[in-house]
């Protein structure tokens, strides 16, 4: 199984070449949660590229976060952004104030969660996760920005060692629209050590036929609490990108 899904991963790649407290994945909800009195420290920076002809929808994220165990089952988050928008992005009535490059980068918005997992140890494990996302002022005025709630159904299963399989569904409002999504992913370790680099894909979209790719690979940076994940996605008609650098340390 392992050799048939690194040769997957291999050939999928070339081809190809919104959570933020993931703790297995880069993009999707994972099944796994902190331990009663854990905490995690997740730190995150995303470079976007909204439509590969226009250089003004881009925009990057910096994203600072930690996570707290409760219980064994039931984990808090919170994490905030820190983002630089193209002038594309802003509101109409106030693009003059900022053309050519758009405004310096400010803080735009925070989010807290809770994730509880209801079973452990069946064939497939199940948990979930609500999640308030607040903008902050200046994203109010120059984004238009809106508050998220999303709820997200997670299924994941465990094969091998230390190889897994997880689909996310997830309904939300953002302000007045409706989120509608899912995620796929899958990953497995690449060498010797179970406990080594891994590799996985993961499937994002919605129900309206959007979709992207995201490979991805995760490493333990010299001890098995300090992971480092990074990956590469491509929407579906290649031109929307974004690239990921994540590093997760658990205390």
């Given at each position: 199984m392992k050799k048939v899904l690194l040769i997957f991963l291999l050939a999928v790649i070339p081809y190809f070449c919104f959570s933020h407290h993931a703790m297995e994945y880069i993009e999707i909800e994972s099944y796994s949660t902190a331990r009663k009195g854990e905490f995690v420290f997740h730190l995150h920076y995303d470079y976007m590229v909204d439509d590969k002809d226009n250089p003004n929808l881009d925009h990057w994220e910096f994203t600072p976060g930690i996570s707290y165990g409760i219980t064994d089952r039931l984990m808090f988050d919170f994490h905030t952004h820190f983002s630089k928008f193209g002038i594309d992005h802003i509101v109409e009535d106030k693009k003059s104030l900022y053309e050519p490059f758009g405004p310096s980068p400010f803080m735009e918005a925070?989010?807290?969660?809770?994730?509880?997992?209801?079973?452990e140890g069946w064939f497939i494990n199940i948990a979930g996760v609500l999640t308030y996302e607040f903008p902050?002022?200046?994203?109010?005025?120059?984004?238009?920005?809106?508050?998220?709630?999303?709820?997200?159904?997670?299924?994941?299963?465990?094969?091998?060692?230390?190889?897994?399989?997880?689909?996310?569904?997830t309904y939300g409002k953002d302000?007045?629209?409706?989120?509608?999504?899912w995620g796929f992913g899958v990953k497995t370790p690449v060498s010797c050590d179970p406990h080594g680099i891994a590799a996985g894909i993961e499937i994002i979209g919605d129900f309206d036929g959007n979709w992207s790719?995201?490979?991805?690979?995760?490493?333990p940076l010299g001890a098995e609490n300090i992971i480092f994940k990074t990956g590469l996605e491509f929407g579906k008609n290649l031109d929307n990108m974004r690239a990921n650098v994540t590093l997760m340390y658990r205390f």
């Open positions: 925070g989010a807290v969660s809770l994730q509880y997992r209801f079973t902050y002022q200046r994203s109010r005025e120059l984004l238009d920005g809106k508050e998220v709630y999303e709820g997200t159904l997670i299924l994941a299963k465990d094969f091998g060692i230390h190889s897994n399989v997880t689909l996310n569904l302000g007045e629209e409706e989120i509608k999504e790719v995201l490979p991805g690979v995760y490493t």
